[in-house]
């Protein structure tokens, strides 16, 4: 008797305690509940449904806009363009973070300028910068062919390449978005301890093997978080590929997303259930990749046990 | 006894005068309607229909107000069918007549039958084929506001340093070839005609030569014909081999490099002629050339349509907003200042009309409009996934047959998926 009731109070205690946690979740949940999992849900339910964007004569399809899917090219088409981008760009901008870094382990204040530097073009629109880019690099009036024709270089029409298209609009991405990942390296970097250096020091290793044998280990979690969530925008990848090739030349830039928007809102039938379809597929996707890299590549979620 | 008459005769007199200036005074200050209109005017001449649309607002006498939304076709495409769906939509939007036709079946847009009779505007003023735009079946569902056909733009400065006379522009497609060649010089980045890859142009010269892409019915596949076959081979030649205009160029790309004097010729509406002018441009504008089977050119326009569920007081309010675009002084304003063809009898007569030269080559260039899928619920398809696919390969050196061939058979599948 005794133990079950130091039981019920130890029970109403932790349930005191919980119900304080729950409370401070609640805004966030209840963010997360509405524009996430409601969505995501949505999303499903809408995929299994013929329904366009006029919401007139809906009816249940079952699972014909997943077969109808399967059996559509341009789905590869975009899978392939998707997979392209970001196993492209993710290693590109966090390769590129990680060679600057290198140079700014101090907080001076020449890195700490560099660092600003940096990180500006990650404060601007995407839009605005796919905008500019595909006007500095246009063949017939860009800047930068001009430029390169003045000195005798003939610059191929980049953006209308089937080739050129998609490396381009991978650079631009890299060139926007590295100083982010460069910042967050850069305050892991700061925390490694400094006695690890003089030790290194010790041994008699020099610059580059300091980096990559006490920096990179001191901030490999750090790291793993970079490439996951650049890798989750990456695979999302929409705006700067609207604007500066519209998904072509010849679907060459065509991504999932693009192929989502393309047949939800910008061609008859609007077909929002197989854009939907579409965006499952999309999300299992991302959630295979993102699972995988934590659970394997970096030893993350539980991989402690 | 009279001073109190006279008294009593003044007092009422003045009761009376109140009263029916209270009248006057309730009939001025009825109560303000504000109109909202999503329109995808996004270039210069959006800045003139908001001028215009800013004149009517202080000019009305009905306390009317229209607040002009201006956002670029995809969006405002992709946002109306929701915002009617939730109520959140304008009163009336103002957009392309290809959207007529699915907008009315999906109930988007009101029946406005009764405009004419009701707003008193003469229906027979207007050209008959530009109003059958408007109509499904013979219900209204919009009031024309402008009409226009693809023309021929070509740079005068140009075609006279090259030795050809800058008033007399390629009329055949054989002429559009020699002119185009003769401009074209590429040690300066000047090309002799544009030709886009995305977008639906290649139809003109399609037409021109006899061959066709779908019937207007929507149920036939025209597209693999020799015809479209020769015609797309000779582009492909002027692109790849005579260098006339430049490789993955894009309609916006043709735009800019016209208004630049970097392009001699090329084909697109009169929504470029009052960003032209303002740039000082010596140029011309005329009719598409013919080609073997004659010289056709896709119609286009826009139409104003009153959005679903409007209530009584708003159907009144847009009526009359819509009858103001289709008085005179508007509808000459609008072709005056950007260059859209004349399509009402009364303004063609206008002494201000005859003497605009632009006007009138435009207006004269009109009149070889053909129906390209207006009404057909599969024309962005058509559009999307069948002709431009098509003339980006052929137009980057893919073989003409195979490409035409690839272009049918998805035509196919979008026809039988209809």
């Not at chain 2, 029916?20 to 959006?46: C, H, M, R, Y």
């Not at chain 2, 290649?202 to 021109?208: D, F, G, I, N, S």
């Not at chain 2, 009169?270 to 960003?275: K, S, T, V």
């Not at chain 2, 349509?305 to 609008?334: C, H, I, N, P, Q």
Request: hydrophobic share 45%; glycine share 8%.
């Amino acid at each position: 008797m005794k133990n079950e009731s130091t039981g019920r109070k130890k029970s109403s205690s932790r349930f005191h305690n919980q119900k304080s946690a729950y409370l401070f979740i609640a805004p966030s949940l209840a963010i997360l509940t509405v524009f996430v999992f409601v969505p995501l849900f949505g999303a499903f339910g809408i995929s299994l449904m013929n329904i366009d964007i006029y919401m007139n004569d809906i009816s249940f399809a079952g699972i014909k806009n997943y077969l109808k899917m399967f059996g559509d090219a341009r789905v590869g088409n975009a899978t392939f363009h998707t997979l392209y981008f970001a196993l492209l760009e993710v290693p590109l901008q966090v390769l590129v973070a990680l060679v600057l870094v290198m140079f700014m382990t101090k907080n001076t204040r020449f890195h700490k300028l560099l660092r600003t530097t940096f990180y500006l073009p990650y404060v601007c629109s995407m839009t605005a910068i796919s905008i500019m880019w595909a006007m500095l690099l246009n063949a017939n009036y860009g800047m930068v062919p001009y430029l390169l024709g003045k000195v005798g270089i003939q610059m191929p029409n980049l953006l209308a390449s089937v080739d050129w298209a998609m490396p381009t609009v991978i650079l631009v991405t890299v060139w926007k978005g590295f100083g982010y990942t460069l910042t967050v390296l850069s305050a892991a970097a700061l925390g490694v301890s400094h006695s690890l250096y003089e030790a290194a020091e010790l041994d008699g290793a020099n610059g580059f093997q300091k980096f990559l044998y006490v920096t990179i280990p001191g901030i490999k979690d750090t790291i793993g978080f970079c490439v996951v969530t650049t890798l989750i925008m990456s695979l999302q990848v929409f705006d700067q590929i609207y604007v500066m090739t519209s998904g072509g030349p010849q679907n060459s830039t065509e991504t999932l997303v693009g192929y989502i928007y393309n047949r939800g809102f910008q061609t008859a039938p609007y077909d929002l259930g197989y854009a939907s379809a579409i965006a499952v597929y999309l999300f299992l996707i991302i959630a295979l990749i993102t699972f995988v890299l934590r659970k394997y590549a970096f030893n993350q979620g539980g991989g402690e046990e | 006894m009279k001073k109190k008459t006279m008294s009593l005769l003044l007092a009422a007199s003045m009761a009376a005068a109140s009263l029916a200036g209270g009248t006057v005074l309730a009939e001025e200050s009825s109560e303000p309607i504000n109109l909202t209109v999503w329109a995808p005017f996004t270039g210069t001449d959006g800045d003139v229909l908001r001028e215009i649309v800013n004149t009517y607002n202080e000019t009305n006498e009905d306390n009317i107000t229209v607040q002009l939304d201006i956002m670029d076709n995809a969006t405002l495409q992709s946002r109306f069918p929701s915002a009617v769906a939730t109520g959140t939509g304008p009163s009336f939007v103002l957009v392309g007549i290809e959207y007529l036709n699915q907008y009315a079946e999906n109930g988007l847009i009101e029946d406005i039958s009764d405009f004419w009779e009701t707003m008193g505007v003469d229906e027979s003023n207007f050209y008959e084929n530009v109003l059958a735009k408007s109509y499904v079946g013979d219900t209204l569902y919009g009031v024309p506001m402008q009409y226009n056909l693809q023309y021929l733009y070509y740079n005068k400065d140009i075609i006279e340093a090259a030795g050809l006379d800058p008033e007399t522009p390629p009329a055949t497609l054989d002429e559009l070839k020699e002119y185009a060649i003769a401009c074209t010089d590429a040690s300066k980045n000047q090309y002799g005609l544009g030709l886009p890859t995305d977008s639906t142009y290649c139809v003109e010269y399609l037409w021109a030569n006899g061959g066709d892409v779908i019937s207007s019915d929507g149920t036939e596949n025209l597209l693999n014909s020799q015809e479209n076959i020769d015609t797309l081979t000779w582009l492909q030649d002027l692109v790849l081999n005579e260098g006339v205009s430049p490789q993955g160029l894009t309609a916006v790309d043709a735009d800019t490099m016209f208004q630049a004097g970097q392009l001699a010729m090329y084909t697109s509406g009169p929504w470029n002629i009052n960003g032209l002018n303002q740039l000082g441009i010596n140029y011309g504008i005329t009719a598409i050339p013919a080609g073997s089977d004659g010289a056709y050119s896709p119609e286009g326009g826009c139409s104003y349509m009153l959005t679903a569920g409007a209530d009584d007081a708003t159907r009144e309010a847009v009526y009359k907003f819509m009858a103001y675009w289709l008085s005179d002084g508007t509808l000459k304003e609008w072709s005056n200042r950007n260059g859209f063809p004349v399509w009402s009898y009364s303004v063609l007569e206008d002494e201000e009309i005859q003497a605009n030269e632009i006007l009138l080559d435009v207006s004269e260039a009109s009149e070889i409009g053909r129906d390209w899928h207006l009404n057909l619920s599969i024309g962005s398809r058509i559009d999307n996934d069948v002709v431009i696919p098509m003339i980006e390969k052929v137009l980057s050196g893919e073989d003409v047959a195979a490409c035409v061939q690839e272009a049918s058979d998805i035509l196919d599948s979008v026809i039988a998926e209809q």
